[in-house]
């Protein structure tokens, strides 16, 4: 039995994760690898203030889902939730994702 199993179906949204981008040595915009993930559960977290050098809060949520042999999130990975689900967005990794017996935890955070 899987962990996302036990959730109603309505729990669950895919997302896409976005890997890599940035710019190449020349300075060209390089488009980040989309690799769509199945089954996931995107729930709310904390907002918190940020630093004293920045007056805008930041929001946080939690992505779980099944360990998947094929596939594993990277801390430099971005997740984007798509419209109409809960936590709609884009989402940065913040931090190493943290590996259970029984599935994954990655800390999402939006600035």
């Not at 039995?1 to 976005?18: E, G, K, Q, R, W």
């Not at 980040?32 to 930041?58: H, K, L, M, Q, Y």
């Not at 990975?77 to 994954?104: C, T, Y």
Request: charged share 20%; hydrophobic share 40%; glycine share 10%.
């Amino acid at each position: 039995m899987s962990f996302i199993s036990s959730f109603p179906d309505d729990y669950l949204t895919d997302v896409v994760v976005l890997r890599g981008g940035g710019r190449d040595s020349k300075g060209n915009p390089v488009t980040p690898e989309e690799i769509p993930v199945t089954d996931c559960i995107v729930a709310p977290g904390s907002s918190f203030g940020g630093d004293n050098r920045s007056a805008a809060a930041s929001s946080r949520a939690s992505l779980y889902r099944d360990l998947d042999p094929g596939f594993s999130f990277q801390h430099k990975d971005r997740v984007r939730v798509p419209v109409g689900a809960l936590m709609a967005g884009e989402w940065s990794v913040d931090g190493r994702p943290a590996v259970w017996p029984m599935g994954v935890e990655v800390t999402l955070v939006m600035p």
